[in-house]
């Protein structure tokens, strides 16, 4: 099969990154760049590409089929909406666009051109995601009331585009898009309650830290959180069930579940006398009626970029439906706005 | 000095700790006890205790000057009130009523009859809270942004009350008031927002699990938690400062801050591959840049009911002001009013 051509438009360290780990995919052919920084053209041209001068030069570029775009956010919709409009397929960094409407405009063009759109917004094929996944859908816990999701960092979030309000910086934009888009991907419930609350603990302008908590019909509930002033850090995944707890610690999957085996006369009336006095509610569980097993990696999931591409080369020839539609990305933009008005930013 | 008496209305479990406890205080001396179960009455006499047939009979004697109030608490508020018209100085309980609106009819009571009423509302001595505070304080984390306190256990609620609405059962009530009265106690704010998701796993009436969050006016946030189907359990404290983080794993004061020392060059615009994909970040800090202390026990806390008893003593002898106000305790059933309707539930 002829390899798909791809242009990508934004060379920052994203796109150098999709570059670096696909250049030699079979199915692709990465042909060249635009930047608005000539030092990055200069860049790609050190790396066999071709460096476009401009953009209309890449988006005229008959051979060029699919277009990565992967500049700051602020510019993601009116370049994809270019990109759809000269013909050519588009894959879009995360977040998608800066609002529901922006996207709005976005899909509508994709539809008129009928190119496909999608976005980079795969943390779906993460193995600790897929790992806690599976365990709820297996059952392990019961039915699962509440799931945390964390990621926590300690150094700040770095300088430049992040940090400022017009280019789409703050957290929830940056890693909030994912956690949410795990979640809903998950959870196929309708949202019923949005609270947020963002902090700037170091860059007023937006949020470098969120704590998010999602209600969804059935009563399940969700908390994430994003915080890059945290020492320490909570697990990346804890999860509640009627049956049982899940705990995942980090990326590396390292974890386990605890669950009750003894469902019956688990309660013994005594008290118990901790450091900090008497308790009947709190006494631990007697160790033979509970059971723990251990979590790791789960090795036979793929977490790669090219399952994206793979995907949407898939999709332009009619072989699959898209996995990452802009529908879905519409349904996380509207949870980041009900969330930036709750905690009063919009 | 002559020994407070002691009189007791609902000899419970949490009654007959009080009692075992405190039996042999030089301070206090131990007369009776009522409880409308008579049973309780045999174990009381059997203890050495007088037995009153009804509570009229102990709240006429007149050697009792100080009445414990240990019953469920739906009756706390008609008991406290008849107690303090009968002379008596009067220890509650907690939670000390259901409403706001029974506390005030309780202090108005107190103030015309000019007898001390006070709550048994003191988990502000539990060591785990004070090695908390204390490093906070000590300013080891800078400015703190946010805390979070939880109390968790496996085993559902103790049957019986605790599940039942009309008795005041469920979590906020039982341990929300010692997490709430800790944090009001430490944060000398108004609280600008209330918001609380209660679940009831097990026990349809009441909230055998809560999840609390609070913002005060200079933007602090703590979020509480109660639960009991927790199979794996959150560190019992987790702070947040704009230079640290503290953890406490539990009662026993195990825990650690992790604070930053060096607040220069901490950012290195490099890339980190994890197994989840690239991230910038939440690439981990240098080593060298923070330094790690670990906590223990603070052996100075004297953390015991005696505490609340001798500080209701020199009350009544004018030496010490009350340290656990029916103000304060008004404050904290505000607190879980606003958190029952954030809730649903009123």
Same mark, same amino acid.
């Given at each position: 099969?002829?390899?798909?051509?791809?242009?990508?438009?934004?060379?920052?360290?994203? *796109?150098?990154?999709?570059?670096?780990?696909?250049?030699?995919?079979?199915?692709?052919?990465?042909?060249?760049?635009?930047?608005?920084?000539?030092?990055?053209?200069?860049?790609?041209?050190?790396?066999?590409?071709?460096?476009?001068?401009?953009?209309?030069?890449?988006?005229?570029?008959?051979?060029?089929?699919?277009?990565?775009? *992967?500049?700051?956010n602020?510019?993601h919709k009116?370049?994809?909406?270019?990109?759809?409009?000269?013909? @050519?397929?588009?894959?879009?960094?995360?977040p998608v666009t800066l609002t529901?409407?922006e996207l709005?405009?976005v899909?509508?063009?994709?539809?008129?051109?009928? @190119?496909?759109?999608?976005?980079?917004?795969?943390?779906?094929?993460?193995?600790?995601?897929?790992?806690?996944?599976?365990?709820?859908?297996?059952? +392990?816990?019961?039915?699962?009331?509440?799931?945390?999701? !964390?990621?926590?960092?300690?150094?700040? $979030?770095?300088?430049?585009?992040?940090?400022?309000?017009?280019?789409?910086?703050?957290?929830?934009?940056?890693?909030?898009?994912?956690?949410?888009?795990?979640?809903?991907?998950?959870?196929?419930?309708?949202?019923?309650?949005?609270?947020?609350?963002?902090?700037?603990?170091?860059?007023?302008?937006?949020?470098?830290?969120?704590?998010?908590? +999602?209600?969804?019909?059935?009563?399940?509930?969700?908390?994430?959180?994003?915080?890059?002033?945290?020492?320490?850090?909570?697990?990346?995944?804890?999860? +509640?069930?009627?049956?049982?707890? +899940?705990?995942?610690?980090?990326?590396?999957?390292?974890?386990?579940?605890? !669950?009750?085996?003894? @469902?019956? /006369?688990?309660?013994?009336?005594?008290?118990?006398?901790?450091? =900090?006095?008497?308790?009947?509610? $709190?006494?631990?569980?007697?160790?033979? /009626?509970?059971?723990?097993?251990?979590?790791?990696?789960?090795?036979?999931?793929?977490?790669?970029?090219?399952?994206?591409?793979?995907?949407?080369?898939?999709?332009?020839?009619?072989?699959?439906?898209? *996995?990452?539609?802009?529908?879905? *990305?519409?349904?996380?933009l @509207?949870?980041?706005?009900? =969330?930036?008005?709750?905690?009063?930013?919009?």
């Open positions: 099969m002829k390899k798909t051509v791809v242009g990508i438009i934004g060379f920052g360290g994203m *796109a150098a990154y999709h570059y670096d780990v696909l250049k030699t995919h079979p199915q692709l052919s990465f042909k060249g760049v635009y930047d608005v920084n000539p030092e990055r053209g200069k860049v790609a041209k050190a790396l066999g590409l071709v460096s476009y001068t401009t953009k209309e030069a890449l988006l005229t570029d008959s051979e060029i089929e699919l277009v990565l775009i *992967a500049t700051t602020e510019v009116e370049l994809s909406i270019e990109a759809l409009r000269a013909g @050519k397929h588009v894959i879009c960094e995360k529901s409407q709005l405009e899909m509508a063009v994709s539809k008129e051109t009928g @190119k496909i759109f999608t976005i980079n917004q795969n943390r779906r094929t993460n193995k600790d995601f897929i790992l806690m996944k599976r365990s709820v859908e297996a059952g +392990l816990l019961g039915e699962v009331y509440h799931i945390e999701s !964390r990621v926590e960092g300690s150094r700040g $979030m770095p300088s430049g585009w992040r940090t400022m309000k017009a280019l789409g910086g703050g957290m929830l934009y940056d890693w909030g898009v994912h956690l949410i888009d795990q979640i809903l991907f998950m959870i196929d419930e309708p949202i019923t309650e949005v609270y947020c609350k963002c902090l700037s603990i170091e860059y007023p302008e937006v949020d470098d830290n969120f704590r998010l908590h +999602l209600t969804f019909e059935s009563g399940l509930t969700a908390q994430i959180e994003v915080a890059t002033n945290n020492y320490i850090t909570h697990p990346r995944w804890y999860v +509640l069930g009627k049956e049982g707890t +899940l705990q995942i610690d980090d990326w590396d999957c390292k974890g386990k579940i605890v !669950r009750c085996i003894d @469902k019956e /006369s688990v309660w013994e009336h005594e008290i118990v006398y901790t450091k =900090a006095g008497p308790t009947k509610t $709190m006494a631990p569980r007697r160790p033979e /009626s509970i059971e723990t097993i251990e979590l790791s990696e789960p090795l036979d999931v793929v977490d790669h970029l090219s399952v994206v591409y793979e995907n949407v080369i898939e999709a332009i020839h009619g072989t699959a439906p898209l *996995a990452i539609t802009p529908e879905q *990305a519409l349904k996380v @509207k949870v980041m706005e009900a =969330a930036f008005k709750s905690a009063g930013l919009i």
